[in-house]
């Protein structure tokens, strides 16, 4: 989730959310704006803004590590006209380099999942899927066992080597 907090009310059914750049710094070299997401849209107008980002946002930042990956390493800036308040009138931009840091930041503390796995025995090479960008090299081999059948008492483990 990503919480905004402005000044006025706004109108949360305004935003756009392709108007929102994530920075890893006001001089960072790494930047992602958003392509998508959902606003929440409360029954009374509110001065703070919740988008629940997009599965496709949400891994595309997990991969341009550093960005947002700590509190420092979290900073935000709009283009002109990204939302308007309550009577029409839109926002002005923040650049990057005025970009602000995030006043709260929550770690991910969601372990990654396996989604599914491939595994061609003529060309040696088993493929894993999981729920959410990984870092590769963070993965250990001779973690990984294999079963010749769902009964994993009665069937046989083979454990990959590295």
Do not use: C
Request: aromatic share 8%.
């Amino acid at each position: 989730l990503l919480n905004l907090t402005f000044t006025k009310l706004v109108d949360a059914a305004t935003v756009n959310t392709t108007r929102i750049t994530l920075h890893n710094g006001q001089a960072g070299a790494v930047d992602y704006t958003l392509t998508g997401g959902t606003t929440y849209q409360p029954a009374v107008p509110r001065r703070v803004v919740t988008i629940s980002l997009s599965l496709g946002d949400l891994n595309a930042i997990k991969a341009a590590y550093p960005l947002v990956s700590s509190r420092v390493t979290s900073y935000l800036s709009v283009a002109n006209a990204t939302l308007t308040d309550l009577y029409g009138n839109p926002n002005i931009g923040i650049a990057k380099a005025d970009s602000l840091l995030a006043d709260v930041y929550v770690d991910d503390t969601t372990a990654p999942l396996i989604d599914y796995f491939d595994l061609n025995m003529s060309t040696a090479v088993l493929t894993i899927g999981f729920s959410e960008t990984v870092n590769a090299s963070s993965l250990l081999g001779s973690s990984l066992v294999l079963w010749s059948g769902a009964n994993v008492s009665a069937a046989v483990s083979y454990t990959i080597v590295s």
